[in-house]
T-cell receptor, first 109, second 115 residues
């Protein structure tokens, strides 16, 4: 079982719709959870992080964490073409950050 | 602040050659990391360091070596390059003090091809 699992996609959503990205992790000792966005040929950039169970909202983005079920998700409201990118889920245990393989999101006009 | 700086940005190596990827950060971060990213894949941790003089293996350390003599620098050494090491390499750093978000700050990446 992979430590961090994501559906590779592509996930295609129309402009203005909600995109839902999911991630599961195996280590119950995981302490914090991150969503990074990576445009093609660029380095990852942090979108959100979450520590506690529940929802965390930042603008059009909402991260959701359920430690009992070991999953974390990212919702993107009012999706824009500029949101088209690969979204990497990352899980932190001690000083190490482990990444999933990423989900490619395509926002269509 | 320049952030995390990696050099070179591109390099082509022949099989069996060796080289060092340089990484330096000016944010006084104590944690530093080397990841590799193969096409269409996520990032795999090669080595990491929690401070000067301290390094540890990540998920895929074979064929690589690191050192951390200063807080700022974390070079990655490739010995006897193999085609399987063709990848994009990212150096990253983070701050373990307060506030500690755990956010990684990435360099722009180094694209390495081994032929």
């Amino acid at each position: 079982q992979k430590e961090v699992e994501q559906n590779s996609g592509p996930l295609s959503v129309p402009e203005g719709a909600i995109a839902s990205l999911n991630c599961t992790y195996s280590d119950r000792g995981s302490q914090s959870f991150f969503w990074y966005r990576q445009y093609s040929g660029k380095s990852p950039e942090l979108i959100m992080f979450i520590y506690s169970n529940g929802d965390k909202e930042d603008g059009r983005f909402t991260a959701q964490l359920n430690k009992a079920s070991q999953y974390v998700s990212l919702l993107i409201r009012d999706s824009q073409p500029s949101d088209s990118a690969t979204y990497l889920c990352a899980v932190k245990v001690a000083s190490k950050l482990t990444f999933g393989t990423g989900t490619r999101l395509q926002v269509t006009l | 602040n320049a952030g995390v700086t990696q050099t070179p940005k591109f390099r082509i190596l022949k099989i069996g050659q060796s080289m060092t990827l340089q990484c330096t950060q000016d944010m006084n971060h104590n944690y530093m990391y080397w990841y590799r990213q193969d096409p269409g894949m996520g990032l795999k941790l090669i080595y990491y360091s929690v401070g000067a003089g301290i390094t540890d293996k990540g998920e895929v350390p074979n064929g690589y070596n690191v050192s951390r003599s200063t807080t700022e620098d974390f070079p990655l050494r490739l010995e006897l390059a193999a085609p399987s090491q063709t990848s994009v390499y990212f150096c990253a750093s983070s701050w373990s003090g307060q506030p500690n978000t755990g956010e990684l700050f990435f360099g722009e990446g180094s694209r390495l091809t081994v032929l």
